[in-house]
């Protein structure tokens, strides 16, 4: 079975800095995809960015950009210019391919301090 | 495009009573999961459909849970009877399916049962 590892239940960044949430899995599949989710305090489940693990390349999507270790089975996710609206709690998910089985981490709980 | 659809958003009932929550998935998409979130357990996958049809429900609690997907546009997820310990807010969420896995999620239900 694959398992989602978030370690840092909590953190807290000043506007406008750099932060950066890990995020480690298990697996023996070498295809899957993978997902950073943001839940703010409406508690809407929102879609941050994603990766495949075929591709080399690390995702960006303007401010947030992911480091995907394979090797390491390691997906860290990168917020960079931290704004006050980035406060939220971010899950990081694994998923097979076909199967649709996503998996989801515990959780990081973001502060964005003014 | 209107996202993913949940009503009710919140709902409050008595131990026993029947609980039925609704989704209408994106347009288009052909996967659609439900997903209860509590503080213990986390993001949980209950069940999932593909074109309509029950793929995995391993993760239906017990029996006084059932889901039904009667066309591409509407699901139902029902409780009977409800138990305190069922209090958690539901999600369902949708995908494209094929080359397009990430899920898109609906506001949530949030159930209180008393």
């Known amino acids: 079975a694959q398992t989602v590892t978030q370690s840092q239940p909590e953190m807290s960044v000043q506007e406008a800095e750099t932060v950066t949430l890990s995020c480690t899995y298990d697996?023996?599949?070498?295809?899957?995809?993978l997902f950073w989710y943001k839940q703010p305090p409406s508690r809407q489940m929102i879609l941050v960015i994603r990766?495949?693990?075929?591709?080399?390349q690390n995702a960006t999507e303007n401010r947030f950009s992911v480091n995907f270790q394979k090797a390491a089975k390691s997906f860290s996710l990168k917020i960079s210019d931290s704004q006050l609206g980035d406060t939220a709690m971010y899950f990081c998910?694994?998923?097979?391919?076909?199967?649709?089985?996503?998996?989801f981490g515990a959780g990081t709980r973001l502060t964005v301090k003014p | 495009d209107a996202g993913v659809i949940q009503s009710p958003r919140h709902e409050v009932t008595e131990m026993g009573q029947e609980v039925t929550l609704r989704c209408k998935p994106i347009?288009?998409?052909?996967?659609l999961f439900w997903y209860r979130q509590t503080m213990m357990r986390g993001l949980e996958l209950l069940i999932y459909?593909?074109?309509?049809?029950?793929?995995?429900d391993s993760g239906m609690p017990e029996d006084r849970f059932s889901a039904k997907m009667p066309n591409a546009s509407f699901s139902t997820l029902k409780i009977q009877p409800s138990e305190p310990r069922d209090s958690a807010v539901y999600f369902c969420?949708?995908?494209?399916?094929?080359?397009?896995?990430?899920?898109?999620f609906g506001p949530g239900t949030r159930l209180t049962v008393t």
């Open positions: 969420a949708s995908s494209l399916g094929r080359e397009a896995y990430e899920q898109y």
């Open positions: 459909f593909n074109n309509n049809v029950p793929i995995d």
């Open positions: 998910a694994f998923m097979k391919p076909i199967v649709n089985d996503m998996r």
């Open positions: 347009s288009g998409h052909n996967s």
């Open positions: 697996t023996s599949e070498s295809n899957y995809y």
């Open positions: 990766q495949e693990a075929y591709k080399q």
